[in-house]
């Protein structure tokens, strides 16, 4: 495949999961009858952010994968022939679940899945609750489309998820991610965050020579009990080239954004930035300590 | 230490040493003048930028270390009481040589050195000719103003090298640099390449929660045979903070950037964006693979 067609699917959600599905399923129908051929969804799509509390009821979001939304978006796929990056709270055993990421091919089956390695927990992002780190590896999914580089939200902060994702054989990077502002926070601080979210996930492209999408969600989602602001998201989903040059960006409201990435410019790129040429694979084995002390 | 009042010395060079050295030597007696504590000058700073061809004669340029530069500016750094980051062509024994970086602590005393790990070798920057790739690893130099994780120009594009530096407890990242536009190239791919420049750097202060300095060369280096067309230095030399924001940014002439760096934002940014808490280093094991194919 040389060009790609593809939709981020920048959305807000509700708290009525049948209704944030549907929404979602609107979107993708419209990106396919805007020409995608793969369309990404926002981090844990089917609700509201339920991270932004500990509480052991919002377990019941939790679902099976394959399951009741592997199953929904699978139609929807198989229908519009288009390949879909869904993001949910999987329910693997009994006290034990995973943010998840899956890939459901144009024919409407699963072709692989991704489970969220690096999780945060930071005041309104309690992750550490709900979900246990995973334990997939950075492996790449194949597709109609190509080899998908899925990683979800925290992940995008580590350039070694990014690289490993790349040595591979991850045609694009691609980041389903639900990250906004706390509304007490200065103009001046919104601003750097929203900036280093930014920086780091276009440096992924640059370092590796490869397209990235990152699609976050967008909309202001209230403390479940008041007790604290809630989370402004930022929106701000993008896709950039092999250079780390945006091909389209959004704003702060929901948005379809559709762009063509061209894979002989990733070509291009790293013919005369070939950095994995020179990787000191003999110097780097300090990167697998916690610490050099 | 928790504030560094540090200089930036983005200069041009011409054909003989003496008078290279001596306009460092005037730009770090402005710095040290202006309150700078650290000043950086840029990659191979004592002639042209040699690299552009692989002529044997360019050997004549490298010098021991300790050498005829590490006396000259130990004596200016004691003399002004700064440290200095200076970038050399080392001999190191016949048929030997590295480009490395050299740290002289504010007493005039060679404080450690570093000799640049990744070298390129693409048309116009023939690296590989010239240097051995290092062999000291990435390891900080300590210094009376605080642990300087000091890496040279190519290494600017692998995460990896700032990882380490990270890893091993640097305050900061130095970059000395020569890099630049081929004058034949259109404006969106300069563009296009300078930001990627910029982002990759700044994306190295998000990952590690570190401040950045960056110090470039400027000025048009014609081709030393005229069969090419030389290399014009972008300059935009820069010092940014652990979040990425720029602290100063120069433009594409010859400038002395002055700034403080407070590393009591870096300690708040890595209190709130904990990375180094959360990385799989249990599933970073292929990151030593050249490939995982």
């Known amino acids: 495949m040389k060009k790609l067609t593809l939709a981020a699917l920048q959305l807000g959600f509700g708290d009525a999961i049948e209704t944030n599905r549907r929404h979602c399923a609107a979107a993708v129908e419209e990106a396919a009858s805007r020409g995608a051929q793969l369309a990404i969804l926002p981090e844990l799509h089917n609700s509201p952010y339920f991270c ?3 509480e052991t009821t919002r377990f019941d979001l939790a679902e ?8 929904f978006f699978g139609r929807l796929a198989q229908r519009c022939g288009i390949v879909l990056v869904l993001s949910l709270f999987e329910r693997r055993a009994p006290g ?3 943010n998840t990421a899956v890939v459901i091919d144009k024919d409407g089956a699963i072709a692989g899945k991704y489970r969220k390695m690096h999780i945060p ?8 609750f709900y979900f246990t780190p995973g334990d997939l590896g950075f492996m790449p999914v194949k597709t109609a489309v190509g080899s998908l580089g899925v990683l979800v939200c ?5 350039p070694e998820a990014a690289r490993l994702m790349a040595l591979a054989g991850a045609d694009l990077l691609i980041y389903p991610t639900a990250i906004g502002f706390d509304p007490r926070e200065e103009e001046t601080d919104r601003k750097n965050q929203l900036e280093a979210w930014l920086t780091i996930q ?22 479940p009990t008041e007790k604290d602001y809630g989370i402004d998201f930022w929106g701000h989903s993008f896709v950039a080239d092999a250079q780390g040059a945006f091909l389209t960006r959004g704003g702060r409201e929901e948005q379809i954004l559709v762009t063509t990435v061209d894979f002989a410019k990733a070509e291009a790129t790293r013919r005369i930035w070939p950095f994995l040429r020179d990787r000191r694979i003999d110097a780097y084995g300090d990167l697998l300590k916690r610490f050099r002390d």
Do not use: M
């Open 96 to 98: 034990l679940c995973h």
């Open 154 to 158: 925290w992940d995008q902060w580590f």
């Open 202 to 223: 276009r440096s992924h492209a640059v370092a590796n020579g490869l397209p990235v999408v990152s699609v976050n969600r967008v909309g202001f989602e209230a403390h």
């Open 52 to 54: 932004q509390t500990e």
């Open 64 to 71: 099976a994968i394959p399951g009741p939304s592997t199953d």
């Open 121 to 128: 927990d930071d005041p309104g992002y309690y992750e550490k």
